[in-house]
């Protein structure tokens, strides 16, 4: 259930499902008793207010409408525009509809104890405003509790942005697949629960449809995850290396090697500068330190290619030094992690980057900015967070991890997912350093580049909510153990 349907992809679905023998009268009549039941399951009896729309997504509403009404609620329904304007089964459900049909004004929700947004969902073609905007501002000043059919009148399914004005649901039920706008953060916040229904689209849409977007969820890697079998050891599980700062700077990068040993490489190294050697010895035990001053020293390094994944930017220094390691790192072949200094170094000629990434001996690259990084790399790029980080992994010939609430991973072939179980504690400081860590452990253990990223940023999600209030990022390698327990 990890695929997720773009507004297109849809009703393209839905149209097979219908040119498959499925009425759409049967679709839109499962939708609206999805809602109703949903409605009933887990709302205290009220009066509803139940807001249709002219188009398809109204047609749910007439549905709920009926079967609220059948179950005893008191619903009063409103419709925006002319009753005659109904076309196809939407205007069949409403003359299967027998209440009143009022139409819709400003004071609809007035007195409501509940209110049902069936105004638009796939539909949206524009800004909300006039009656509908006014209703959602009434909801959200009275407080009312909004169950969205579909999607939140005025979000857009695709981007999750709001078009002039949304409803803030509490429970949002959508049906077959959901839609990335529920899951961006604009569309997170207006969403609430999100439930999927079944209508009676077959599992074989899917086929039809190939789509590429995804919800970030274990079925998307586990099939991929590394696990230590019996006769492994630690070479066998690859060597990480992480590229310390200097000596002022060198927090980062342990927290980068401590998260890549704990997802499972069989060594990790942290690859110092001389005058950072002993604070970082001092502070390290499993995890080894050797010293590696210039880019030429670290091309030497990694003449041994057991070590074969390299984490480079969390304290690197911005500039042509750190510019310097990232190229010998990928002429070096080794599977390597660009993160924050290693990302802003390239501020001024991101194209060196993104040439060296799609050089002949260059392995597999995963870039992990969060938005201050990713403006700076790919400054023209624009759009919803999902087609930013398609358009910059496809420019960029690399994985690209666009971090965030709502981070999204995206691979240069189309494939995407966007992550949905961090949590806000999350936000402090080196959690970033964590992740590329977690990512570079992967990698060492030759985990396919877009899966070991969606795999790192779900481990690293589930981690900061397993620990909980008073996290610091020194706790989410420690919390590995237990989320991997749990996984397999
Ligand atoms: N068989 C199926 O397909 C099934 C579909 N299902 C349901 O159908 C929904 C999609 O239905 P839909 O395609 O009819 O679009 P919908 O969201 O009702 O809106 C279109 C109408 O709104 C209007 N409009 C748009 N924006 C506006 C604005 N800002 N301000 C004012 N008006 C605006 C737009 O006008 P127009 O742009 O044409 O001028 C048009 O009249 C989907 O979300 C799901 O709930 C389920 O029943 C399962 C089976
Ligand atoms: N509000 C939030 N909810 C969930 N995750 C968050 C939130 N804010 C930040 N994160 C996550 O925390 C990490 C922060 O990384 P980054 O911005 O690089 O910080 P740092 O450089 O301090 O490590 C990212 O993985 C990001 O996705
Ligand atoms: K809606």
Redesign the pocket.
């Known amino acids: 259930m990890h695929e997720l349907l773009t507004v297109d992809e849809m ?1 393209r679905a ?1 149209r097979w499902a ?1 040119a498959q023998g499925t009425p ?1 009268l049967t ?2 009549e499962n ?1 609206g008793r999805a809602v109703a039941e949903a409605v009933t399951a887990r709302f205290k009896r009220a009066s509803v207010a139940v807001l249709c ?8 509403g007439f549905v709920a409408a009926r079967h609220l009404s059948e179950a005893g609620w008191s619903v009063t329904l409103y419709l925006l525009g002319e009753r005659e304007k109904l076309t196809g ?1 939407a205007a069949e459900m409403a003359r299967r509809w027998n209440g009143a049909i009022h139409p819709m004004t400003g004071d609809a929700v007035r007195g409501a104890g509940l209110i049902i947004d069936a105004i ?9 405003e006039g009656v509908p905007a006014e209703l959602i501002q009434a909801a959200a000043r009275a407080g009312t509790p909004v169950v969205a ?3 939140p009148s005025g979000l857009h399914g695709d981007t999750g942005e709001v078009l002039g004005a949304a409803f803030k649901a509490v429970l949002t039920v959508t ?1 077959f697949r959901a839609k990335p706008g529920h899951y961006l953060l604009g569309g997170r916040r207006h969403c609430g629960e999100l439930l999927l229904r079944d ?1 009676g689209i077959g599992e074989e849409a899917l086929g039809e449809l190939l789509p590429h977007t995804y919800e970030n969820c274990p079925s998307l890697w586990l099939g991929g995850f590394p696990r230590p079998e019996f006769g492994d050891h630690k070479y066998t599980r690859g060597h990480g290396v992480v590229v310390s700062g200097g000596m002022s700077t060198t927090g980062a990068a342990r927290l980068g090697a401590r998260a890549a040993l704990r997802a499972g490489a069989g060594l990790v190294t942290l690859a110092s500068p001389s005058s950072a050697l002993m604070v970082n010895a001092s502070q390290l035990t499993a995890v080894m330190v050797r010293a590696v001053n210039t880019p030429d020293e670290l091309t030497a390094f990694l003449e041994d290619k057991r070590r074969n994944a390299v984490l480079i930017g969390p304290g690197a220094g911005i500039g042509g030094p750190t510019r310097e390691k990232v190229l010998a790192i990928l002429l070096s072949g080794a599977a390597v992690v660009l993160d924050a200094d290693a990302l802003t170094s390239f501020e001024e000629v991101p194209r060196d980057l993104f040439v060296a990434i799609e050089g002949y001996f260059a392995g597999p690259a995963v870039l992990t900015p969060h938005e201050g990084e990713f403006k700076r790399l790919f400054k023209d790029i624009e759009g919803s967070k999902l087609e930013r980080a398609r358009a910059a992994a496809r420019r960029a010939g690399a994985i690209v991890v666009l971090k965030g609430p709502d981070t999204v991973i995206a691979a240069p072939d189309g494939r995407a997912a966007i992550n949905t179980n961090a949590s806000p504690e999350l936000a402090t400081a080196g959690s970033g350093d964590v992740l590329a860590g977690i990512i570079t452990g992967l990698l060492a253990q030759s985990m396919a580049p877009f899966e070991a990223a969606c795999a790192a940023v779900w481990l690293h999600g589930e981690a900061g909510r397993a620990f909980g209030p008073g996290l610091i990022a020194e706790d989410l390698p420690e919390m590995l153990p237990v989320v991997l327990r749990d996984l397999f």
Request: no cysteine.
């Open positions: 009703s839905d219908i759409g679709l839109m939708a729309g002219p188009g398809n997504n109204g047609g749910d089964d638009f969902g796939a539909g949206l073609s524009r800004p909300v059919v579909d999607m049906f209508i």
